[in-house]
């Protein structure tokens, strides 16, 4: 399909109904004749489908235009991952123009107060995500499920800029059922572009999921840059004083919409859990807009993750592009989360951040006694322990056995990276935290 590459590729083969789709776009010339990604067409389409008009400032009109520019120009994305770009910014406009509508009519929805909301954090690789879902087996923690984090709204099909809230039960369950088969239908749809993401993160609608995902409705943060090559928006977002304060300001306010829909429906939310290893980079702006924030901060051995961590952002590009860079991958896991990590620790140190709202959990712990390394969070939380929840850990995990989907298969010279330097390179954040080998 393309001029082979000098530099190292994924050792993977596309499926045949991704690969054969892709060729249509070679065969034009161009993937962008057939799926073009015009910023004020899509934005036009987006206000024609709701009748509404109110996507948001100026800011985040000019971050939309820039990031689909940057896509459709920088990115070299397939048939298929311009077709994705396409649907996904076009529903993120839908819900943004939504929300801002909700908002005007129920102003109710910006005075839900968020309490000391509970953050998993850490590198990626180190167990953030087999310990979100642990935590949220507790029926008192509260963390955005997949879909709802696409689809937080229901839709009124009758008059589509009109969001109508459900009257009873019977209603919740069918717009409930609606937004799950379109979550469904989106999330993995992943799996089935690349069937090896599976081994590395298992796919499913109705799991917690990462505040990155609803962290997409805004084109500023990183869910749009974890899976495009968008240099000319990277630079110009380096220059934007305030786009971290403004992410967690609409990470609010989406936690904020999703409680007050809870309370609607009798329900009551007593801790928020929420999740995703992008929050070590501007951990001072999340306790800007949460100074009660709990931080549970996950540690693994270096060498068990690093690599692995370069492979993870490597698949996600290649769902999308034939072009991926894996020296930047691996420079990126070796020496980016490596200056993170050390800058967290500083922060932690000079009190930059509150130390003292910070739980470690380390995942040679969760693995080797995961009632026990949750219990030891729960104390140091202060948090009631629910009646049998060591055995409903228990049993969560046996019918989530590790490698359920396969193993991750990666090697480091695909990355040209290498263990001593690794090693070296994490020696302080690993004597620091007492990270055991693996």
Same mark, same amino acid.
């Given at each position: ?7 190292p ?16 776009g ?16 899509m ?28 896509i ?17 910014? !076009? ?31 850490g ?6 995500? !087999?310990l979100?879902?642990l ?20 839709? =009124? ?38 069937p ?8 499913r609608? =109705? ?41 967690y ?9 999703m ?35 709990? !931080? ?18 490597? !698949?996600?590009r ?6 991926? =860079? ?38 040679? =712990? ?7 390394a ?65």
């Amino acid at each position: 399909m393309t001029d082979a590459d000098a530099a190292p590729q994924l050792p993977y083969q596309r499926p045949d109904w991704v690969r054969r789709l892709n060729y249509f776009g070679d065969a034009v010339g161009d993937p962008a004749l057939i799926v073009p990604l015009d910023p004020d067409e899509m934005l036009e389409a987006a206000r024609t489908s709701t009748g509404l008009t109110d996507v948001g400032d100026d800011f985040y009109l000019e971050a939309f235009r820039r990031r689909m520019t940057s896509i459709a120009e920088e990115s070299k994305a397939t048939l298929l991952g311009r077709l994705l770009a396409r649907a996904e910014a !076009i529903r993120v406009l839908q819900t943004r123009l939504r929300l801002n509508k909700a908002w005007a009519d129920h102003p109710e929805i910006l005075d839900e107060p968020i309490n000391a909301p509970i953050f998993v954090v850490g590198p990626p690789r180190t167990g953030t995500s !087999i310990l979100l879902e642990l935590l949220a087996l507790d029926p008192s923690m509260r963390s955005p499920i997949s879909w709802e984090a696409h689809h937080p709204l229901p839709v =009124d099909h009758t008059n589509p800029g009109q969001v109508v809230w459900p009257t009873d039960d019977s209603e919740i369950q069918a717009g409930v059922a609606e937004r799950m088969a379109w979550g469904e239908a989106e999330q993995e749809l992943w799996a089935d572009i690349q069937p090896e993401f599976q081994t590395v993160h298992e796919l499913r609608h =109705d799991l917690p999921c990462e505040c990155i995902h609803f962290w997409g409705l805004n084109f500023t943060s990183g869910y749009w840059g974890m899976q495009y090559n968008t240099p000319s928006f990277a630079e110009w977002e380096a220059t934007q004083p305030d786009v971290a304060a403004r992410l967690y300001a609409d990470h609010r306010r989406f936690l904020q919409t999703m409680q007050w829909q809870d309370r609607q429906a009798g329900r009551h939310t007593s801790h928020w859990l929420l999740k995703t290893p992008g929050h070590m980079v501007t951990m001072r702006e999340l306790f800007g807009e949460y100074p009660d924030a709990r !931080i549970v901060m996950t540690h693994r051995d270096p060498m068990k993750w690093v690599v692995s961590a370069a492979s993870t952002m490597s !698949i996600l590009r290649w769902l999308r592009s034939e072009h991926v =860079d894996l020296a930047e991958h691996a420079m990126v896991a070796s020496l980016g989360f490596r200056f993170l990590a050390e800058q967290l620790l500083e922060w932690r140190t000079n009190g930059s951040v509150p130390d003292e709202r910070f739980v470690d959990s380390h995942f040679a =712990d969760l693995m080797a006694d995961a009632p026990t390394a949750i219990r030891k969070i729960y104390d140091k939380l202060e948090l009631p322990w629910p009646h049998n929840h060591g055995q409903t850990v228990g049993d969560y995990l046996t019918n989530k056995p590790k490698g359920k989907f396969g193993a991750h298969t990666y090697t480091m010279e695909t990355y040209g990276l290498n263990a001593a330097e690794i090693k070296a390179d994490y020696a302080n954040y690993v004597e620091h935290f007492g990270i055991a080998e693996e």
